[in-house]
């Protein structure tokens, strides 16, 4: 069957370069370390969500308006750093300890009010080891998604703004492996826990402020053009993209991700570092410095539609950057 998306006849390009900046820059490895105060800043912004969910609990149903404004310009921005926190502990970035990565991660992810920390831990690491790969990678579309929504404005919008909905009919299509496991358990027994607490202490009234945090957090808003930037081009002789605007600095530098792929094992507070220590392998790449404008772009530039993304068959002699691979490089943090 013919393509939806743009078909590479190329592996993805980070394996080669992650070889050719350590053999330029061996001081990269400094970078490869991890960060435990990542693990206070997932505490600091579950109360932050906690207390004012509490807060919206008090004024009452009434104030649904107030819920909506401070979940686009505060909670959302908590959320999305939250997610952040989850995704350097699905690398165990933050502790040694696989064990307490898991659980920083099932923490962060309370306020979200579902159970997604661990399905993400699984699926984001095969996104790293098989980037483009249809049956493997959950982070390219559903086909029925691309031929669905096209690159029609409205469709576009309402699809980002479901996106937290549409990725969770994406697991199915994979049939090589399974995110279920007693973490799993915990996570799903953690989320309707903190949820009952929720609706208890704080009634619907809070619920409803997390709601709205989960889906602008991810969805319809700046920093839902987070998953444009990522990997969305149309032009595929480059499928990854970083950001370099002003919001890293409250979405933990997430927009680092040329970076982040090249080097899995240095945790987010010092990949501006390894951007400055090799300039010579970012600088002339395509990068965006606003979410705002991607998002708009995204919406109504006609270039852009949902299959504006990179697929590539696997090779049948193996791709360079196998799933080994990828827990191997992981694993060269476990002694620092």
Not at 175 to 200: E, H, P, Q
Request: aromatic share 16%; glycine share 6%.
């Amino acid at each position: 069957m013919e393509s939806l998306f743009y078909l590479a006849e190329f592996d993805q390009p980070h394996p080669a370069r992650t070889r050719a900046l350590i053999k330029a820059h061996p001081e990269v490895r400094q970078l490869m370390t991890r960060s435990p105060f990542t693990a206070l800043i997932a505490v600091g912004l579950v109360a932050l969500q906690t207390g004012l969910a509490f807060w919206m609990g008090q004024l009452g149903m009434q104030y649904w308006w107030v819920s909506l404004f401070l979940a686009y310009f505060v909670g959302a921005f908590a959320n999305h750093a939250n997610y952040v926190v989850i995704h350097d502990a699905a690398h165990n970035l933050i502790f040694k300890n696989k064990t307490w990565n898991r659980l920083v991660g099932i923490f962060a992810d309370l306020p979200n009010l579902g159970p997604g920390a661990m399905g993400f831990r699984v699926y984001h690491l095969k996104h790293h080891a098989h980037q483009g790969d249809y049956e493997t990678d959950v982070d390219l579309p559903n086909h029925w998604e691309a031929r669905l929504v096209g690159n029609s404005w409205y469709r576009k919008a309402i699809w980002l703004l479901l996106f937290p909905l549409v990725q969770l009919t994406r697991p199915p299509r994979v049939k090589t492996y399974t995110m279920w496991s007693r973490w799993l358990f915990l996570n799903i027994g953690c989320a309707l826990a903190y949820d009952v607490a929720i609706v208890y202490f704080c009634g619907w009234a809070g619920f409803l402020y997390l709601t709205f945090s989960f889906f602008f957090s991810i969805g319809l808003h700046p920093l839902g053009a987070r998953w444009i930037q990522e990997h969305f081009t149309y032009d595929q002789t480059q499928e990854t993209f970083s950001y370099y605007g002003p919001l890293n600095l409250v979405a933990l530098n997430v927009g680092y991700h040329n970076e982040h792929h090249d080097l899995p094992t240095v945790p987010w507070n010092n990949l501006p570092k390894l951007r400055t220590m090799a300039p010579e392998f970012y600088d002339s790449l395509k990068s965006h410095s606003s979410w705002s404008g991607l998002l708009f772009q995204f919406i109504f530039d006609k270039r852009y539609s949902i299959s504006s993304r990179v697929e590539r068959a696997k090779a049948p002699n193996e791709v360079m950057l196998t799933e080994a691979g990828v827990m191997g490089l992981e694993a060269s943090v476990s002694d620092f």
